[in-house]
């Protein structure tokens, strides 16, 4: 019994340790917060910041694991390669906006580009495979080229609707995503790739 508080426990002090950094990253860069005024913030002692993580970015990189780890198995639970498209499911939509605060400040804050090239990077094999059923003659260098495209523009969409910057439905966000989706494997030139 007292292992299980002591796991909720840790579970709870992890959990308002993550939540410090993501509330003091709307206010300042990563670079300017230090060990010391997470915990005063917190109100945690810093041996026990020290417990879990090693500095402030050993905690971010946590953080982005975590993220990371939870859109890669959410992709992998609902088969999205099976799916009509990358993007035709709401449940990506409803994942991101569980997680808005965080990912706008991912975004925005974080200058390690490495975490969003992974996260797309989940996309990209489904997207190609897709891609190729829709128009087999697609080479392979000119789908490489568009699925930067492609999730460039998905991306900044997403951040773009995220930050309220467009009055547009989650419904409509869906439908333009699978039209850009399906419209892209057919504007294939062969003379560009030559």
Known sequence: MANKKDNQRVKI???????????????MDINKITVSSLCKRAEINRSTFYNYYDNIYDLLKKIEDEIFNEIKEDVKKHELDECESFT????????IKENKK?????????????????VKDIGKS?????????????????????????SNGHFNLMLEWLNGNL??????????????????????DRNITK
């Open 13 to 27: 002090t992890k959990k308002i340790i993550k939540n410090t950094l993501v509330d003091m990253l709307e206010d």
């Open 126 to 150: 489904i997207c190609i495979n897709k891609w190729k059923r829709i128009n087999p003659e697609l080479d392979e260098k000119y789908l490489e080229a568009l699925y930067i495209v492609y």
């Open 102 to 118: 965080l990912y706008l400040i991912l975004a925005k804050n974080y200058n390690d580009k490495e975490f969003f090239k992974k």
């Open 88 to 95: 035709d499911t709401k449940h990506i939509l409803e994942k």
């Open 167 to 188: 009055d547009i439905s989650e419904k409509d966000i869906i439908e333009l995503e699978n039209k850009m989706f399906n419209i892209f494997p057919t504007i294939y």
